[in-house]
């Protein structure tokens, strides 16, 4: 018979442990007797990557925070996202967050570009204006939000019918088998830009 552990030996082995638990498809609930949970989680941080170029996304990178700021100015930065039918991805989910504007701009695809049914966007994306605070002026604004099977979201400051400057975020999520849900905040300096340039369904 094996030796008995006592629960403060196991709290404390937990607590000094110092390395990367995988729990694969693990699940975790917190509840006491009665049902509901009454577990506070404190000291949580989220990871934050800058992106500089071109850039494949997976599984792993699910819950960060990505800076977009290109390398090069004048050069197209495209990200692409895991193909959905590659991996279980439901609820897998990315920030992107425009740290420098670029001239060449920002492109999110998803990862079957050929497939007008599968991997599609769907959601939308808010234009405000560039400005700060101000008594005076409105920041007038629009929602905009894809076309059937469209794949391809473009960021871009210097887009006539877009947007992209610093401070933009968007948020994208896998919510089922062949769908990526969009929800973003996008600035832009162009006061008549009508949100055309934002939702594709071409390769970059």
Not at 75 to 82: Q, R
Not at 163 to 172: K, L, Q, T
């Amino acid at each position: 018979m094996g030796r008995r552990m006592s629960l403060g030996r196991v709290e404390a082995l937990f607590e000094n442990l110092n390395r990367e638990l995988d729990l694969g498809q693990t699940s975790l609930k917190f509840k006491n007797s009665g049902g509901v949970s009454n577990c506070t989680i404190t000291g949580q941080t989220l990871t934050i990557e800058t992106i500089t170029a071109d850039k494949e996304l997976d599984q792993e990178d699910s819950g960060k925070i990505f800076l977009l700021d290109a390398a090069a100015e004048g050069s197209a930065v495209t990200i692409t996202l895991p193909l959905i039918s590659n991996a279980p991805l439901i609820g897998v989910t990315y920030k992107f967050v425009i740290k420098d504007a670029s001239d060449g701009g920002f492109k999110i695809v998803t990862g079957d570009l050929t497939n007008s049914t599968g991997d599609v966007m769907i959601g939308y994306i808010m234009i405000g204006a560039d400005q700060i605070s101000s008594t005076s002026n409105g920041a007038g604004g629009r929602m905009v939000v894809p076309g059937a099977g469209e794949q391809t979201l473009t960021l871009d400051g210097n887009a006539g019918n877009g947007g992209g400057e610093a401070g933009s975020v968007v948020n994208i999520t896998c919510v089922d088998s062949s769908t990526w849900l969009v929800e973003g905040l996008v600035f832009t300096s162009e006061a008549t830009s009508t949100g055309a340039d934002f939702f594709t369904d071409t390769a970059p």
